[in-house]
């Protein structure tokens, strides 16, 4: 089954270091497969108002 992650850091220019140093490394007993996501990051995941927890509570609230 696979698993998947995801990073974001502030300097953009690091990303091809990263995926050059992470792929194809062993991380318990699994090889990894890292890859650039070429989409934008949508502003509502970079600018939150609520932090995820707070927000999904809300969003229950808000659904009764």
């Known amino acids: ?3 998947y992650a995801f990073l ?3 300097n953009s220019e ?3 270091i ?3 140093r992470l792929n194809g490394l062993n991380h318990r007993g699994r090889y990894l497969n ?3 996501n070429l989409l934008p990051t ?4 970079l600018y939150p108002e609520h932090t995820p ?3 999904t509570l809300i969003n ?3 659904s009764k």
């Open 1 to 3: 089954m696979p698993s």
């Open 8 to 10: 974001r850091f502030a």
């Open 14 to 16: 690091i990303h091809p």
């Open 18 to 20: 990263i995926v050059q």
């Open 34 to 36: 890292v890859k650039i």
């Open 42 to 45: 949508p502003a509502h995941r």
């Open 53 to 55: 927890r707070i927000q």
């Open 60 to 62: 229950e609230l808000e």
